[in-house]
């Protein structure tokens, strides 16, 4: 099959990259293909299924560039990796803008899951996003407060996380407690940074309109006129989250996200996240929302390595499974010969 694809004029530079970069990257990535790109027009040649799929992904990336009015190496890498494009709805309405950034930076909600979660937050006050690393939960919630904080709904943010080690040892780390603190947050400061003007943020956070806090800070608190945000929830305690969890107070959002699969806390301890999602969920103004690999806007790397997990812990639970029963049998067949 060979075809034609006609590229509007004005995208062609965006589209093709600097000396042709991009059509470069994309011959690699469809190396089935012959790809040959002249002024506004892409000639392609192959297997019929390939070409349309290129057909299709070329469209994507210049709707993604009409809206973004840029296209990188990673978003070209993101697009062409998709399994299912049909999660990947672009608009050019701007509805789905959630905030402007730094430098006029729009920050958007792009998957189904992510405007999920600012229709969520619209209808209720409590929202929990549970799903896998790279998914947006903790940047399209920080968005979602700055964004309230910008049109005077509510006084102040505070963003906590639990201080739990991920392998590594607290007590090592150089300096006094809020130096050994910091790199925990540092995922929150870096999703601030994008939004507010530096010197901004440093007037927010001096007068306390910003906190950012280990959870353990937030015991005998009661959080007022404010948007709250627990990140890496899967690594509260039980008593953690309930506590957390009772701190609200009037005029208050909370917004609770966390990847069940990245439990960090010691095997004795319950993930305070598991329990919660199953006794809260039936609860008026709380929403759950579950995230996936579709909805993964780091690199298109990062999808791959996370199915490839659970892959694997589907056939270890299935072994496991199945070595239980073996055991099961073996006793039986036992105590029925011993009888």
Excluded: C
Excluded at 65 to 74: A, D, M, P, R, W
Excluded at 106 to 128: C, G, H, L, Y
Excluded at 140 to 147: E, M, R
């Amino acid at each position: 099959m060979e075809k034609t694809i006609t590229i509007e004029p004005s995208m062609v530079v965006g589209l093709y990259g600097s000396h042709n970069a991009n059509i470069d990257l994309l011959t690699h990535i469809f190396p089935k293909l012959k790809i040959v790109a002249r002024g506004n027009e892409i000639k392609v040649a192959g297997e019929d299924h390939e070409v349309e799929n290129f057909e299709e992904r070329i469209h994507l990336l210049t709707a993604h560039l009409e809206q973004y009015g840029k296209l990188t190496e990673t978003d070209i890498l993101n697009i062409s990796a998709m399994e299912d494009d049909s999660f990947y709805r672009l608009d050019d309405n701007g509805s789905n803008v959630i905030v402007h950034g730094r430098e006029g930076k729009i920050i958007k909600a792009i998957t189904p899951n992510q405007k999920r979660m600012v229709e969520s937050a619209n209808k209720n006050d409590m929202v929990f996003a549970i799903g896998p690393a790279g998914t947006g939960k903790t940047y399209t919630a920080v968005a979602l407060a700055v964004k309230a904080l910008k049109n005077k709904q509510v006084r102040r943010i505070i963003l906590t996380r639990p201080a739990v080690e991920a392998g590594e040892n607290l007590g090592f780390l150089p300096g006094d407690l809020r130096d050994k603190l910091d790199p925990y947050l540092q995922p929150l400061y870096d999703a601030l940074w994008d939004m507010i003007p530096m010197q901004k943020l440093m007037s927010y956070m001096e007068d306390k309109v910003i906190e950012i806090a280990p959870l353990a800070f937030m015991r005998g608190r009661t959080l007022d006129n404010a948007y709250v945000i627990l990140d890496e929830a899967q690594n509260a305690t039980s008593a953690q989250l309930k506590m957390f969890l009772t701190r609200m107070g009037k005029n208050a959002k909370f917004f609770i996200t966390g990847d069940i699969t990245q439990i960090d806390l010691p095997k004795n301890q319950q993930s305070g996240l598991l329990q919660a999602d199953r006794i809260l969920s039936k609860i008026p103004g709380i929403e759950f929302i579950y995230m996936d690999t579709k909805d993964v806007v780091r690199h298109h790397l990062v999808t791959k390595i996370i199915k490839s997990y659970e892959e694997y812990e589907e056939k270890q639970a299935a072994y496991e499974q199945k070595r239980k029963e073996e055991r099961l049998a073996q006793k039986a067949e036992q105590q029925t010969d011993h009888e």
